[in-house]
C-alpha cells in the first residue's frame, strides 16, 4: 500500500495590473527616505517617502515598512488597506505603480544573486533587475535563483509542504534558461 504525506497546495490564480518600466526609468533621480509615524523604522510600520526637503512623495496610509529604506528605483512595501491587516508583498515606483510581488526568502524579500531578483505576476515567476525592470517575463510555474549565469525553470510545477511543514517544488520537465531568458540546449555526449 502506497500513500503520500505530502499535501499539495493549489495555486492561486489572480489578474492584477502590473506597470513595466521603460529604459528611461534607469536613470536615478532624487532619492526618497522611508520615514513613519511610529517610534522606529521596522518591518510591518506605516510608512511613507519623503524628498531631501521633507516632502511627501509618498503618503502615509496605504503601505508599511518591508526593508526599503531608500527608494531610488523602486521599494519593496507591503499594501497596508488598514490598521489591522497586511496584503500583498510588492513593488512599488515613486509612482505608486505595482511592478511586481515579491518572491519570499527567509521572512523577508529575496535578494539578487548574479544582478537579478526572482518575481511575481499574478502567481508566474520572471526575474527583474536592479531598476525594478521586469528583464524575463513572468510566464514560469517556478524559477530558481541563477548560479554561473543559468537558472533552472518550468512551465509545470507540484507545489506541496513536506512533514516538516517547509514549501516545496517538484517537477519532471525543468530547463535551464541564460540571463536573457533564452533556453539553453543541453549538450549530452554519447
Given at each position: ?58 503618503p ?7 526593508g ?8 519593496n ?23 511586481f ?16 531578483t ?14 525594478g525592470q ?42 535551464e ?14
Amino acid at each position: 500500500m502506497a500513500f503520500s504525506c505530502k499535501n499539495h497546495i493549489k495555486k492561486e490564480v489572480t489578474n492584477h495590473k502590473y506597470y513595466d518600466r521603460p529604459i528611461s526609468d534607469t536613470v536615478s533621480t532624487t532619492k526618497l527616505r522611508a520615514v513613519t509615524n511610529q517610534e522606529y523604522l521596522q518591518f510591518g510600520v506605516s510608512v511613507a517617502y519623503v524628498n531631501e526637503n521633507n516632502d511627501t512623495i509618498i503618503p502615509f496610509g496605504k503601505y508599511a515598512y518591508y526593508g526599503t529604506d531608500t527608494l531610488e528605483f523602486y521599494a519593496n512595501v507591503l499594501e497596508h488597506p488598514n490598521d489591522t491587516t497586511y496584503g500583498r508583498q510588492i513593488a512599488i515606483d515613486r509612482n505608486q505603480n505595482v511592478l511586481f510581488d515579491l518572491v519570499m526568502f527567509d521572512n523577508g524579500p529575496e535578494p539578487f544573486n548574479e544582478g537579478l531578483t526572482r518575481v511575481l505576476r499574478n502567481g508566474k515567476m520572471g526575474y527583474a533587475n536592479k531598476y525594478g525592470q521586469v528583464v524575463i517575463p513572468c510566464e514560469y510555474e517556478f524559477a530558481k535563483w541563477f548560479e554561473n549565469g543559468k537558472a533552472e525553470v518550468t512551465y509545470k510545477v507540484k507545489t506541496y509542504y513536506d512533514l516538516d511543514d517547509h514549501k516545496r517544488v517538484e517537477s519532471d520537465e525543468w530547463f535551464e534558461i541564460d540571463k536573457e531568458g533564452n533556453k539553453i540546449e543541453s549538450t549530452s555526449q554519447p
